[in-house]
């Protein structure tokens, strides 16, 4: 019996879950809500702005720890990524090796453009209580 080898999409499926899982269990241990325990976001020092990222960890944490209401409270595009992500990484294990496919120039706009915009209403004074920017 010979072992059939991993496809790369496999690989490169398995090795994100692994990454994603070490920093789940990274903040999990170590709570983001205490101070000084992770460096402050430089986007947000230089400009006083909350970037697409801010409030990550925090969400992230209050995920792992089963507070849903709370990650979608310091950073519900998080939230969202990550329901789509699961999707994708499913179907990245079920592909076999083909051929590399350039993201579509369009998606990649998309996604540009609903960062932009994500950042620009997080940071809006009147939008800012319903988005709860951190």
Not at 72 to 93: E, M, S
Request: proline fraction near 10%; include cysteine.
């Amino acid at each position: 019996m010979t072992l059939k080898p991993l496809s790369r999409n496999c690989v490169e499926a398995w090795s994100c879950a692994a990454v994603l899982a070490a920093v789940s269990v990274l903040v999990t241990v170590v709570d983001p809500h205490q101070p000084g325990h992770y460096p402050a976001c430089p986007f947000r020092v230089i400009t006083g702005w909350s970037c697409p990222g801010c409030g990550s960890l925090r969400a992230l944490h209050d995920l792992t720890s089963g507070n849903f209401p709370a990650a979608l409270n310091h950073n519900a595009a998080l939230v969202i990524v990550l329901l789509f992500a699961v999707p994708l990484w499913l179907r990245g294990l079920r592909r076999r090796d083909s051929p590399r496919r350039p993201v579509p120039s369009g998606r990649a706009a998309l996604v540009l453009v609903s960062l932009l915009l994500w950042t620009v209403a997080r940071n809006l004074p009147s939008l800012r209580a319903l988005l709860a920017a951190p």
